[in-house]
């Protein structure tokens, strides 16, 4: 899953917390639990509350491991957590994702509060899709509850899910790349300021998102904790404020429009015969290499994703179309999918790695490469409209993955006429033999078969 | 209007003070619908029955 790592193994993404951190040893994952973290941690096994939270899927299961700690002077136990088999970071989500994931954490801080703890982060990072779920995969973000202490993680909550919610579901989708620039989550100042004045009528974002801001500015560097004990939060008031966040993400809402749902295939140039045709294509190749892990790039809604995990390997669907990721996440939602992961991703300007020391987060390329790619009705979009050089797309993949599925679209095919009405043709050596030969210098090309009724022609390849 | 993040200004005490009041307008509400179901109790109208979220899986 990560190639960076530190000299004991630790994994760049968790330095901050005194509670322990995570390190790799072979190939495996393990979190060292420090002494600082004993008690809560044996809250946390013995309250109920991880029985409770494994039953419904919330948190990541893990189980003790009998292996020495990766630094001893500080360790208490060394735990193993189920691997998640992908990571994936918010700015990567659809609403519906980080809906999810918003209203999981919350759900998780109910049932803590219940059983005398509480959440220290709510982080999105914290959070990952796990069998199709949004799932807590940091163990160790629980703390033992005093009633009076207001939730630490409340501000972190409001900047990493609330904001940035609103913002997508009230004023534009796309603004969760904000996320991407501001790894603590959006600024409140700046989410108030951008988000319409009808969201003061609105009292959840009135209060947690304008007020919440003006408060920030207003008491700015004033020292307010230690004031005689009188600044409580009693319990009854905790669950209130709980609900209200509940109750606020629930009315946000996205559906998308412009791209009419369930209409991308029909407005495509494809016969039923071709379609059938390139499913049945990527059956038979799925069957014959047997990917454990699969990412399909410009997935669209996910169709042909689908055709690769319903035998069994895990699929990264990633497109460049919120809608169209909205839409794949809630076909997964729907049916129960547990191998598919629909992801936002522009291949014209992948996920780069973020955080400190540009460490915390890994790019789109170090968490591969996948066993095979596909690489559907996506090559013209590359070399035409963004003119990147056949050699340099064949370079690319052959990073990416070991076996790839692409589909070459010549420029007779009418979606490429399309692009090429538009600007001048720039490209003599976008025909089949200049992509081959581009492409052998990285592949070699096991299958090249003519899609029926169409001029498209899809080739499987394995990099040399 | 700062644009720039000012360095030793934390953003932490508001956030404390906001929380607070709204933490405390919310619990009166909760303690309000509580004194009302009471209230209506005493005219035999039952509450809901309050839903055991341990059943609801996260879907």
């Given amino acids: 899953m990560t190639s960076q790592k530190t000299n004991n193994g630790q994994l760049p993404a968790s330095f901050r917390d005194p509670s322990g951190f995570l390190f790799s040893r072979g190939r495996v994952l393990y979190r060292q639990v420090n002494h600082a973290y004993e008690l809560e941690y044996a809250r946390l096994m013995e309250s109920g509350l991880y029985e409770r939270l494994i039953k419904v899927g919330l948190l990541i299961p893990h189980v003790e491991a009998d292996q020495p700690p990766a630094e001893s002077e500080a360790a208490y136990k060394i735990i193993q957590p189920e691997r998640v088999p992908f990571i994936s970071y918010p700015y990567e989500w659809s609403f519906g994702q980080l809906k999810d994931a918003a209203l999981v954490t919350l759900s998780i801080q109910k049932r803590a509060l219940k059983l005398g703890m509480s959440l220290k982060d709510a982080s999105a990072y914290n959070i990952q899709f796990v069998r199709g779920k949004a799932t807590l995969i940091d163990t160790l973000s629980f703390e033992n509850y005093k009633e009076g202490e207001p939730w ?21 989708v796309r603004l969760n790349q904000l996320l991407r620039v501001y790894i603590d989550g959006v600024p409140l100042d700046l989410a108030s300021e951008l988000l319409p004045t009808k969201t003061r009528l609105n009292f959840g974002l009135l209060t947690h998102i304008h007020l919440h801001a003006g408060a920030q500015k207003k008491y700015a560097g004033e020292e307010v904790k230690s004031r005689n004990g009188a600044l409580r939060v009693s319990k009854q008031a905790m669950t209130g404020l709980i609900d209200n966040l509940e109750s606020t993400i629930q009315r946000l809402n996205w559906t998308p429009r412009g791209t009419e749902w369930g209409n991308y295939y029909s407005i495509t140039n494809y016969s039923d015969a071709a ?20 990412w399909d790039l410009g997935a669209n809604n996910g169709v042909f994703s689908r055709v690769v995990s319903e035998t069994g390997s895990y699929v990264v669907s990633f497109d460049i179309d919120p809608a169209a990721v909205e839409q794949n996440y809630q076909t997964s939602k729907k049916e129960k999918e547990q191998n598919i992961l629909p992801l936002l ?21 170090a968490r591969g490469p996948a066993d095979m790619v596909l690489a559907l009705a996506v090559i013209h979009h590359l070399a035409i409209s963004n003119n990147v050089p056949l050699p340099q797309l064949a370079d690319f993949f052959a990073k990416t993955g070991k076996w790839l599925v692409i589909e070459f679209v010549p420029k007779s095919d009418s979606q490429v006429k399309k692009l090429l009405a538009s600007r001048e043709d720039i490209f003599p050596n976008y025909t089949r033999t200049g992509f081959e030969s581009a492409f052998k210098e990285k ?16 080739y499987l390849m394995e990099s040399h | 209007m700062h644009f720039a993040p000012l360095p030793y200004l934390d953003p932490g005490s508001g956030s404390f003070l906001i929380q607070l009041a709204i933490a405390a307008l919310l619990g009166l509400g909760i303690a309000f619908r509580a004194s009302w179901g009471k209230i209506k109790g005493w005219f035999g109208i039952k509450p809901k029955p309050e839903e055991d979220d341990d059943e609801s899986e996260n879907k």
């Fill in chain 1, 152 to 172: 630490v993680a409340y501000r972190q909550f409001c900047q990493h899910f609330l904001a940035p919610l609103a913002l997508m579901a009230l004023k534009d």
């Fill in chain 1, 275 to 294: 379609f059938e045709h390139k499913k049945q294509l990527l059956k038979e190749w799925t069957a014959r290499i047997q990917p454990a892990m699969a």
């Fill in chain 1, 345 to 365: 991703l522009d291949l014209t300007n992948p996920t780069p790695a973020l955080g400190w020391a540009n460490r915390e987060r890994e790019s789109f390329g």
């Fill in chain 1, 443 to 458: 592949f070699i090309i096991h299958e090249a078969v003519e899609i029926r009724e169409s001029e498209r022609v899809l």
